[in-house]
């Protein structure tokens, strides 16, 4: 070995464990990126706001008897929904439909629907167009379930599927009687101090029940 090749040894020993060790820093590396683990994170229940709607066919001049129960379902499906308007529109072409609007109208205040609750009006259409009805609900809902693109079983890694919770999740907000406790929580009801003082007053008068059975009160 010559002379030049004794002294570029240890330079080439030092650069190849420079290239170890940076090989090994990349190993080590950690990935800090937030994953969403539980039900709650990757399927969020949201508060919204959209219209319902629903067409009424006035070309026979009057309430067929299923379309009458549409609008029935419609009106009470409306009182349930925080009791928004009910728009209730006809083709700006008059016609037949003038009547069936009237009695949408009358329909909806027999199921209950305020008059004052109730806007009547118009829309640029024919007279062959539909009697337009529509108002505000207020939802809970979260992200639509069916994600069947990785399937954690087969990962090998132990992981979740991508569905995990999601019937759940959508199920509750499915059950929410009043939506908007999504955003703001009903407020907790205050107990009566009055009540616990008294409470308290009969045990330390040796009047109360103790131990366990006062719990369920025998």
Same mark, same amino acid.
């Given at each position: 070995?010559?002379?030049?090749?004794?002294?570029?040894?240890?330079?080439?020993?030092?650069?190849?464990?420079?290239?170890?060790?940076? #090989?090994?820093?990349?190993?080590?590396? @950690?990935?800090?990126?937030?994953?969403?683990?539980?039900?709650?994170?990757?399927?969020?229940?949201?508060?919204?706001?959209?219209?319902? +709607?629903?067409?009424?066919?006035?070309?026979?001049? +009057?309430?067929?008897?299923?379309?009458?129960?549409?609008?029935?379902?419609?009106?009470?499906?409306?009182?349930?929904?925080?009791?928004?308007?009910?728009?209730?529109?006809?083709?700006?072409?008059?016609?037949?439909?003038?009547?069936?609007?009237?009695?949408?109208?009358?329909?909806? @205040?027999?199921?209950?629907?305020?008059?004052?609750?109730?806007?009547?009006?118009?829309?640029?259409?024919?007279?062959?167009?539909?009697?337009?009805?529509?108002?505000?609900?207020?939802?809970?809902?979260?992200?639509? #379930?069916?994600?069947?693109?990785?399937?954690?079983?087969?990962?090998?890694?132990?992981?979740?599927?991508?569905?995990?919770? #999601?019937?759940?999740?959508?199920?509750?907000?499915?059950?929410?009687?009043?939506?908007?406790?999504?955003?703001?929580?009903?407020?907790?009801? @205050?107990?009566?101090?009055?009540?616990?003082?008294?409470?308290?007053?009969?045990?330390?008068?040796?009047?109360?029940?103790?131990?366990?059975?006062?719990?369920?009160?025998?």
């Amino acid at each position: 070995m010559s002379v030049l090749s004794r002294k570029s040894l240890p330079l080439l020993v030092m650069v190849a464990g420079l290239g170890l060790a940076g #090989c090994a820093h990349d190993d080590l590396a @950690l990935d800090d990126t937030y994953v969403p683990m539980s039900p709650e994170e990757r399927y969020p229940i949201e508060y919204a706001k959209g219209p319902i +709607t629903l067409e009424v066919a006035s070309s026979h001049g +009057t309430l067929q008897p299923s379309q009458a129960n549409a609008v029935a379902r419609f009106a009470r499906q409306s009182l349930a929904g925080g009791l928004t308007p009910v728009m209730v529109k006809r083709p700006a072409g008059g016609g037949k439909s003038a009547r069936v609007a009237e009695e949408v109208a009358g329909l909806m @205040l027999q199921q209950g629907v305020p008059r004052e609750m109730i806007r009547i009006g118009t829309y640029p259409a024919p007279a062959s167009a539909p009697v337009r009805l529509a108002y505000v609900k207020s939802y809970a809902h979260t992200k639509p #379930c069916g994600e069947w693109t990785v399937n954690g079983a087969d990962s090998g890694r132990n992981e979740r599927m991508p569905n995990h919770g #999601c019937a759940v999740q959508s199920n509750i907000a499915a059950m929410l009687a009043n939506p908007e406790d999504v955003v703001a929580p009903q407020p907790a009801t @205050l107990v009566p101090a009055a009540n616990g003082t008294a409470a308290i007053k009969k045990i330390s008068d040796g009047q109360g029940k103790t131990g366990f059975g006062s719990l369920f009160g025998f």
